[in-house]
C-alpha cells in the first residue's frame, strides 16, 4: 500500500532562511508527487506538482526515486510562505491522493 | 466561478443524530472526493466518486455514506453520528483518471462538524 511520511509536524525559521520541508513515500509503482497548501483562512489549493517541473513561489521540489523523496525547497523563506504544508501521493492510472499528515511552516521576522 | 462549493460551514451533532453533508462543482470534472481532517493525521479519503454513477471507498468509510446525484453533486452523510466523526470535512474534485488535471485537486472551503 502507498504511504506518505512527513516527518516534521512544525517546522521553524526565520524570514531570509533557506526552508527544506521533507516528504519520503511508500510505493512500488510509478508515483505521482504533489505538495498542497493551505494558507490560513484559505482552501486547501495545489502549490506544484513534480511532472511540471517548475518553481511555484519560489519553491521547488524534485523527485528522486532513488530515497523515495520529494523534499520542498525554497531558498530564502517569506513571512508569507507560513501554512500548512501537504505532500501527496498519486499513484499511475489511478484518481486518488495519498496525503501526508502535514508539516506547519511558520516564518518568523 | 464558484468552484466547489460545501454546506453548512458548521455543524453541531448530538451523538445518534444523522446529517448529510453537501457538495457541489461547476468545474464540469469527473471524479469527486471526501476527505476528512484531523491533527496530527493529515487528510484521510472516506469516499470518492471517479464519474457520475460511481463511488468507493477511501482509507476510513465506516460510519459514512455517499450519493453521487449528479455530475455536479456528491453528498456525505453520516447515519448516526459519533464523537469519532468530529473532524473537518473536506469535498474535492478533480478531472478524469489519466487526463492532464487527474489528480489536480479543487477543494471546498471545508465543513467542521462537532459530535457531542
Known amino acids: 500500500a502507498q504511504r506518505v511520511t512527513q516527518p516534521e509536524k512544525l517546522l521553524s525559521v526565520f524570514k531570509g532562511a533557506p526552508v527544506e520541508l521533507k516528504c519520503n513515500y511508500s510505493?512500488?509503482?510509478?508515483?505521482?508527487l504533489f505538495w498542497y497548501v493551505q494558507y490560513s483562512r484559505q482552501r486547501l489549493q495545489l502549490l506544484l506538482r513534480h511532472i511540471s517541473r517548475e518553481s511555484i513561489k519560489g519553491f521547488t521540489a524534485d523527485l528522486n526515486k532513488g530515497e523515495t523523496s520529494f523534499h520542498l525547497k525554497k531558498p530564502f523563506a517569506q513571512e508569507e510562505d507560513s501554512a500548512m504544508y501537504y505532500c501527496a501521493l498519486g499513484t499511475g492510472g489511478g484518481n486518488k491522493l495519498t496525503f501526508g499528515t502535514g508539516t506547519q511552516l511558520k516564518v518568523e521576522l | 466561478n464558484a468552484g466547489v462549493t460545501q454546506t453548512p460551514k458548521f455543524q453541531v451533532l448530538k451523538t445518534g443524530q444523522s446529517m448529510t453533508l453537501q457538495c457541489a462543482q461547476d468545474?464540469?470534472?469527473?471524479?469527486m472526493y471526501w476527505y476528512r481532517q484531523d491533527p496530527g493525521m493529515g487528510l484521510r479519503l472516506i469516499y470518492y466518486s471517479a464519474s457520475e454513477g460511481t463511488t468507493d471507498k477511501g482509507e476510513v468509510p465506516n460510519g459514512y455514506n455517499v450519493s453521487r446525484l449528479n455530475k455536479r453533486e456528491f453528498s456525505l452523510r453520516l447515519e448516526s453520528a459519533a464523537p469519532s466523526q468530529t473532524s473537518v470535512y473536506f469535498c474535492a474534485s478533480s478531472g478524469w483518471a489519466g487526463g492532464p488535471g487527474a489528480n489536480v485537486l479543487t477543494f471546498g472551503a471545508g465543513s467542521r462538524l462537532t459530535v457531542l
Open positions: 510505493y512500488s509503482g510509478s508515483p505521482e
Open positions: 468545474m464540469n470534472h469527473n471524479s
